[in-house]
């Protein structure tokens, strides 16, 4: 009879193999979940896919026992805490420390209500802890998690913790390897152009064009109830215009910008948004934009998925600028028969025999990948 480490040790590697035999990151997601809470017995979790580059939530994301978070306003809270609130296991901190995971007890010594997130939204919902990890690889966040237990069920323990953690660098290579093309698709017909979108100060929605109200017809609705103008405002478009507003304010130095796909078309899509200031310098509404993304914001995620090093990817750009093998080879100031077998290392990798077909793997919009896959938000109710 299998011991109980024989037999985590089981579950653990049954985990990991379902990840990476997932057709999506949404299946991934579930299967993932299912299998974690024979190891981490958990009440409710919530899964998000996340970009790369600035580790904002993108999608797809998928929620257990949570409900859709309430209205706007709730959800408005959630991320301006996560951006404006200084507390324990930030994701953008546990994509930067050591361990890329932490609960909420042991993070505050079991003095939990030492947390902003523990006192407004753990507690009030029922919650006594919360165990979060990223899912990275060579430093690049891929997803996140977040489980919770009801109040009255035992903190999350170190050895829960520490087998979370583990889990991080399998699951993050799983979600990274949906970036690869499975299968090529034509160009697809123009969609609709920048969708803009103004925000007060507080989140309320003050304006919007009509591309915006096309670009969210093809966005995934986290939200049940729809908010102003009669519209739902999903996780990515609330959690940017947050981390835009902490960034004005000085206490976030990234980006306000998350790459997506939309459901319906599937094209690649960036939100972005930045904070107005008034004639006195204080900062006032944000404006929030969605618009097709240039393929050159797309490559960067189709490299790390591919696993280029840094010397193949500075040899991948060049290709794409349309340099040639003696070309490149002086400005590296590398021999030709090296680059040549770098090139060759390259085209293994991708799956390609031609400079060409690297191009337009890598760099093509219409043959973007498929790492935000359509199928965007997952909801699991209380049984």
């Known amino acids: 009879m299998p011991t109980p480490t024989a037999t985590t040790s089981h579950h653990r590697d049954r985990l990991v193999e379902s990840a990476g035999e997932a057709r999506s990151v949404r299946e991934l997601f579930g ?24 580790n904002l939530p993108s999608a797809p994301t998928r929620s257990e026992n949570l409900g859709h978070f309430g209205g706007v306003d709730e959800c408005l809270r959630v991320w301006e805490r ?9 994701y953008a901190d546990l994509a930067r420390s050591p361990s890329p995971a932490g609960s909420v007890r042991a993070s505050t010594r079991d003095r939990p209500a030492r947390s902003a997130r523990y006192r407004e939204f753990l507690r009030p919902n029922g919650f006594d802890d919360e165990l979060r990890a990223v899912m990275r690889v060579d430093g690049s966040a891929w997803a996140a998690v977040s489980l919770f237990r009801e109040r009255g069920r ?32 034509p160009a697809r017909a123009e969609g609709p152009g920048p969708g803009l ?44 215009l947050m981390c835009a507003r902490a960034t004005a304010a000085g206490r976030d130095g990234r980006p ?20 107005l200031r008034d004639a006195n310098g204080a900062i006032g509404d944000t404006a929030l934009v969605i618009e097709p993304a240039e393929a050159a914001e797309i490559a960067p995620i189709m490299v790390q998925a591919y696993e280029l090093s840094a010397r193949e990817r500075e040899i991948t750009e060049l290709i794409s600028q349309g340099f040639r093998t ?5 400005r590296l100031h590398l021999s030709v028969h090296t680059v040549r077998d ?30 935000l896959d359509p199928a965007a938000h997952d ?5």
């Open 154 to 185: 035992p903190a999350f323990g170190g050895q829960e913790t520490e087998l979370v953690a583990g889990l991080s660098a399998p699951l993050g290579e799983a979600v990274r390897d949906h970036a690869r093309p499975a299968t090529r698709t």
């Open 326 to 330: 003696t070309e490149i080879a002086g």
């Open 379 to 383: 909801v699991v109710g209380r049984p």
């Open 256 to 275: 306000a910008r998350v790459r997506m796909r939309s459901r319906a078309s599937g094209r690649w899509l960036v939100c972005h948004a930045s904070c």
């Open 197 to 240: 979108m103004l925000f007060a100060p507080d989140g309320e929605l003050l304006s919007i064009n009509d591309d915006a109200l096309a670009w969210l017809e093809e966005l995934p609705t986290d939200l049940e109830e729809p908010g102003a103008f009669g519209v739902s405002l999903p996780i990515v478009v609330l959690s940017t």
């Open 31 to 54: 299967a993932a979940s299912e299998r974690l809470r024979r190891l981490v017995g958990f009440d409710a979790a919530v899964w998000m896919a996340v970009d790369p580059a600035t």
């Open 342 to 371: 770098y090139v060759k290392t390259i085209f293994e990798k991708i799956g390609v025999t031609s400079r060409g077909e690297l191009v337009a793997t890598l760099f093509a919009e219409h043959h973007a990948a498929i790492h």
């Open 82 to 90: 996560e951006f404006l609130v200084e507390d324990v296991n930030l």
